[in-house]
């Protein structure tokens, strides 16, 4: 029997993917999509465990559906992904409004949780974490004109702060000629930007061989028809020489990279399992810019760290300013229970948020230098259509990405189509965001 089905996905783009996997497998098995939760059979909440502030959120949303569902709106509430695959049984015990839960090694069994859920079951679905990566169809739920690329599934580095190889599992790329399918099936429906995911990209393919293969996987895409291929995210130990020249030669491969870099402290680094010392990523850092003129890097930083004291901290603060990473997602540490870096000293949480807003204000400062930079400039931008609020057309640049980086607002006289690349001359900014107009 068909069903009626509402999906909400929470946290990273790898999790967008599961959700549109699943959503396809449903779309396949006879069930229907609902634009929103009012009216629908089952709920499926696909969640983030990766901080504690994640589950929050999480939690928030379950909430918010619990109370559709004491108003009889919605009927049941799937809760998958990492949440569930963190906390396991914790979840329908202390919200018991939820009917079913299923972890990271189960999107394949979408269809029969929901079909169990409506049987009155509460399926308790948790697979393999350390399988091969399932590969199947999506229904795209970004704009038209990007579509995120995902090349592989869990994590081998391992960092003392993060749980995401007990949630993820191991390290496994995607077969390339899988991935090299899907490629073209997005270019075939129209995508223009393709955004390559996994939680760390450059060591794809070292678990087949033990040689990274990440380099030979863009000369392929590069091949085929996209505009732009944006790259997310690139670790600082596994950049090699080939891979920045194959980043370097080919036009359509952005010149923004994201490198997670979290510290700058020698003593930091080797204790939260980070390969790799202030003096090599200084080394990639200015190789990087050599190689690749007007590069716009991205990086997340973390204070608070155990072992980070106030001269560690003010080492962090130079580094970001010498280096002027462009982007950086800033964050408090907050030592996730099952990680070795949750037993180690630290500042207390109040700090390591103290300390974050003198990092963003850092960040702030240089984006604004940057801005003051890029008046006068002529950038191509992937127009996103017209903005109400602003009464402007709104796009990105190569140094945008989509959700995590600002847009450039613009006038035209024309009326430019959504997922048109248009010319736009910066002429000022707002609010840290560029401003200008179309050049005809």
Same mark, same amino acid.
């Given at each position: 029997?068909?069903?009626?089905? =509402?999906?909400?996905? *929470?946290?990273?783009?790898?999790?967008?993917?599961?959700?549109?996997?699943?959503?396809?497998?449903?779309?396949?098995?006879?069930?229907?999509?609902?634009?929103?939760?009012?009216?629908?059979?089952?709920?499926?909440?696909?969640?983030?465990?990766?901080?504690?502030?994640?589950?929050?959120?999480?939690?928030?949303?379950?909430?918010?559906?619990?109370?559709?569902?004491?108003?009889?709106?919605?009927?049941?509430?799937?809760?998958?992904?990492?949440?569930?695959?963190?906390?396991?049984?914790?979840?329908?015990?202390?919200?018991?409004?939820?009917?079913?839960?299923?972890?990271?090694?189960?999107?394949?069994?979408?269809?029969?949780?929901?079909?169990?859920?409506?049987?009155?079951?509460?399926?308790? =679905?948790?697979?393999?974490?350390?399988?091969?990566? #399932?590969?199947?169809?999506?229904? *795209?739920?970004?704009?038209?004109?990007?579509?995120?690329?995902?090349?592989?599934?869990?994590?081998?580095?391992?960092?003392?702060?993060?749980?995401?190889?007990?949630?993820?599992?191991?390290?496994?790329?995607?077969?390339?000629?899988?991935?090299?399918?899907?490629?073209?099936?997005?270019?075939?429906?129209?995508?223009?930007?393709?955004?390559?995911?996994?939680?760390?990209?450059?060591?794809?393919?070292?678990?087949?061989?033990?040689?990274?293969?990440?380099?030979?996987?863009?000369?392929?895409?590069?091949?085929?028809?996209?505009?732009?291929?944006?790259?997310?995210?690139?670790?600082?130990?596994?950049?090699? #020489?080939?891979?920045?020249?194959?980043?370097?030669?080919?036009?359509?491969?952005?010149?923004?990279?994201?490198?997670? *870099?979290?510290?700058?402290?020698?003593?930091?680094?080797?204790?939260?399992?980070?390969?790799?010392?202030?003096?090599? *990523?200084?080394?990639?850092?200015?190789?990087?810019?050599?190689?690749?003129?007007?590069?716009?890097?991205?990086?997340?930083?973390?204070?608070?760290?155990?072992?980070?004291?106030?001269?560690?901290?003010?080492?962090?603060?130079?580094?970001?300013?010498?280096?002027?990473?462009?982007?950086?997602?800033?964050?408090?540490?907050?030592?996730?229970?099952?990680?070795?870096?949750?037993?180690?000293?630290?500042?207390?949480?109040?700090?390591?948020?103290?300390?974050?807003?003198?990092?963003?204000?850092?960040?702030?400062?240089?984006?604004?230098?940057?801005?003051?930079?890029?008046?006068?400039?002529?950038?191509?931008?992937?127009?996103?259509?017209?903005?109400?609020?602003?009464?402007?057309?709104?796009?990105?640049?190569?140094?945008?990405?989509?959700?995590?980086?600002?847009?450039?607002?613009?006038?035209?006289?024309?009326?430019?189509?959504?997922?048109?690349?248009?010319?736009?001359?910066?002429?000022?900014?707002?609010?840290?965001?560029?401003?200008?107009?179309?050049?005809?």
């Amino acid at each position: 029997m068909p069903y009626k089905l =509402y999906f909400i996905s *929470l946290g990273c783009a790898k999790n967008v993917v599961n959700c549109e996997q699943m959503m396809s497998l449903c779309q396949e098995a006879g069930h229907t999509l609902c634009p929103a939760p009012e009216g629908a059979d089952v709920v499926i909440i696909n969640t983030c465990g990766f901080l504690a502030s994640a589950s929050e959120e999480a939690i928030q949303n379950i909430l918010q559906m619990a109370q559709l569902k004491a108003e009889r709106k919605i009927k049941k509430i799937l809760v998958t992904g990492c949440m569930p695959q963190r906390y396991g049984e914790d979840v329908p015990v202390e919200l018991p409004e939820v009917d079913g839960i299923m972890g990271t090694g189960s999107y394949k069994d979408i269809v029969s949780a929901v079909e169990d859920i409506m049987a009155e079951k509460h399926p308790r =679905y948790f697979g393999d974490i350390n399988a091969p990566v #399932d590969e199947f169809g999506r229904v *795209l739920t970004t704009p038209p004109w990007y579509a995120y690329l995902r090349i592989a599934e869990g994590c081998g580095n391992w960092c003392a702060f993060c749980i995401i190889p007990k949630l993820r599992g191991k390290y496994r790329s995607r077969p390339m000629d899988k991935v090299l399918a899907e490629a073209r099936d997005l270019a075939e429906r129209g995508v223009k930007e393709l955004i390559v995911v996994a939680q760390d990209i450059t060591r794809y393919g070292a678990d087949w061989d033990g040689e990274r293969h990440l380099a030979d996987l863009l000369e392929e895409l590069c091949k085929l028809d996209f505009h732009w291929i944006r790259l997310h995210y690139l670790y600082p130990d596994q950049m090699d #020489d080939r891979l920045i020249e194959v980043i370097a030669r080919e036009p359509k491969i952005l010149k923004y990279l994201d490198i997670p *870099l979290q510290h700058c402290n020698d003593a930091i680094l080797r204790r939260m399992n980070r390969r790799g010392d202030k003096a090599y *990523l200084e080394d990639l850092l200015d190789r990087l810019r050599e190689r690749i003129p007007g590069l716009v890097l991205r990086t997340s930083l973390i204070t608070g760290l155990p072992g980070e004291d106030e001269d560690a901290f003010e080492e962090l603060c130079q580094f970001l300013w010498d280096q002027r990473m462009l982007r950086a997602g800033v964050f408090p540490y907050s030592p996730e229970e099952g990680t070795p870096a949750a037993e180690m000293e630290r500042v207390d949480t109040e700090e390591a948020v103290r300390r974050a807003e003198l990092v963003v204000d850092i960040q702030s400062r240089i984006m604004d230098e940057w801005n003051g930079e890029m008046q006068g400039q002529v950038l191509e931008v992937l127009c996103e259509g017209f903005d109400g609020q602003s009464m402007s057309y709104v796009g990105r640049s190569y140094a945008e990405s989509p959700d995590i980086d600002g847009r450039i607002y613009f006038t035209a006289e024309g009326e430019p189509e959504a997922g048109a690349f248009v010319q736009v001359r910066i002429t000022g900014a707002m609010d840290g965001e560029l401003t200008g107009e179309l050049v005809e």
